[in-house]
């Protein structure tokens, strides 16, 4: 067992349940030591993915590698891995103490403290059994599972369901200080994801099991813009860019526009006269990801 | 805070600008760590440094090893002087632009600057009005 954050890498990865692509040849590095989010609609192969990670399911094809090795069935990476599911891995019929215990046995790094401070966060009862939890509850135990293992490859499939907002805030605030002091490489898979993509470094879209986009979050936040203005003047400027949405209002255009980085497109806007905003990643998601045709366009890094 | 359209280091680094211009944060004042950022705002700690290590190389802040980020001596002086230097391109020549796009001539323009110079006492350079008072700045 590693202490150092560990990166992930994946090469032509496919996984085919009966006769549907989950993944579609997915090429993409998770850096160590980074915060990466995923983000993708409902079944683009998110879960999957992270599935394929942490070496509970084998790729139909190409690779995935995890600190340079098969994930598959391999206890040296596992040891390293702590995948947080939505269905929590938690024994039902058991107070939430047996099943922390069984992590603490089970992770090199567990912080019992840690994890005793986190409950008294959420408020959450540990003497109760993991059956008689609600929905929300059940996400907070694998907020403690995920954070207290202190795995140098920490992910979070969806790791918030039924939390209300003031529990995501203590989780995504504990998250953070935790991540400051132990640096680790960390996944989030959510589709709240204006509250979580300032805590991002890196982002990878997928969509209908292919990466749609990857890159640093900053960068690919400023590539999606909205410009604003005369629609022959806006018309004028775009050129051949991708369109992601169009809105006319008379004589006045507003277009949401996928630039490629270090695009002149801003400042040439602005010089015209032109409105420029920036979308914000959810927006973009939602553009990106609303047309159905969407042909991959390839890692933006 | 922070969901302006500028990437998120670049408005981390203004909004600590702004609070050395505008006094809240004092020249060899400590400035909250990465983590403590990080936490306060939500944001990944390597964003924050992302922004603080910016501003190390703009001479806004310095670090002192083992004890974190500081303001810069002189930080204010310097950020008053590139805004000073900005403001004519990036305020004063959009403003005298959107005049003439609505058709507002000139003189009028021009008399609206005279009248406020009159009704405010002209601010000069803060660091003129010290070589004319003969303070001495620590």
């Not at chain 1, 979050?217 to 590539?223: G, H, L, N, T, Y």
Request: aromatic share 6%.
């Amino acid at each position: 067992m590693t202490t150092a954050p560990i990166a992930v890498a994946a090469h032509g990865l496919t996984k085919r349940y009966d006769d549907v692509d989950a993944l579609a040849g997915v090429d993409l590095e998770i850096r160590a030591g980074a915060v990466t989010g995923l983000l993708g609609r409902n079944g683009a192969g998110k879960s999957t993915l992270l599935q394929l990670v942490a070496g509970f399911e084998r790729p139909t094809s190409g690779r995935i590698l995890v600190d340079g090795e098969d994930p598959f069935d391999n206890a040296v990476t596992m040891a390293d891995t702590q995948l947080v599911r939505e269905g929590g891995d938690a024994f039902a019929s058991e107070p939430v103490t047996d099943t922390l215990g069984w992590y603490r046995d089970l992770r090199e790094h567990w912080d019992a403290d840690l994890a005793a401070g986190l409950a008294d966060a959420f408020e959450l009862d540990t003497s109760q059994k993991v059956e008689n939890l609600s929905r929300g509850q059940s996400s907070m135990v694998g907020a403690i599972i995920g954070l207290a293992s202190r795995a140098p490859l920490t992910i979070f499939d969806e790791t918030y369901i039924g939390m209300d907002a003031p529990n995501r805030e203590t989780f995504y605030e504990a998250l953070l200080t935790d991540y400051a002091a132990h640096p680790r490489t960390i996944v989030i898979s959510s589709h709240l994801i204006s509250e979580v993509e300032r805590m991002f470094e890196d982002v990878v879209i997928l969509d209908a099991g292919r990466v749609l986009v990857h890159g640093d979050a900053d960068e690919v936040r400023a590539r999606g813009l909205t410009l604003t203005g005369r629609a022959t003047e806006v018309e004028r400027l775009l050129g051949t860019r991708d369109v992601l949405a169009r809105r006319d209002l008379g004589p006045t255009s507003q277009i949401t526009v996928l630039t490629q980085p270090g695009d002149e497109l801003p400042a040439l806007a602005r010089q015209a006269g032109l409105e420029v905003d920036g979308v914000g990643l959810q927006d973009l998601f939602v553009h990106l990801t609303r047309r159905t045709a969407a042909s991959p366009e390839g890692e933006s890094r | 805070m922070f969901d302006g359209p500028e990437p998120l280091y670049v408005q981390i680094a203004t909004h600590v600008r702004d609070q050395v211009l505008s006094g809240d944060l004092g020249e060899e004042e400590q400035v909250m760590s990465t983590t403590q950022f990080a936490t306060t705002y939500r944001i990944n700690p390597a964003t924050a440094a992302k922004a603080f290590a910016g501003l190390v190389e703009e001479g806004v802040l310095y670090k002192r090893r083992g004890l974190g980020m500081f303001v810069a001596p002189g930080a204010r002086e310097l950020l008053l002087d590139s805004g000073r230097r900005a403001y004519v391109a990036d305020v004063l020549d959009p403003a005298l632009a959107q005049a003439a796009r609505l058709g507002i001539p000139m003189d009028v323009v021009l008399a609206r600057v005279h009248a406020s110079a009159l009704a405010v006492p002209p601010a000069a350079p803060a660091s003129a009005q010290d070589a004319a008072s003969g303070t001495v700045r620590s």
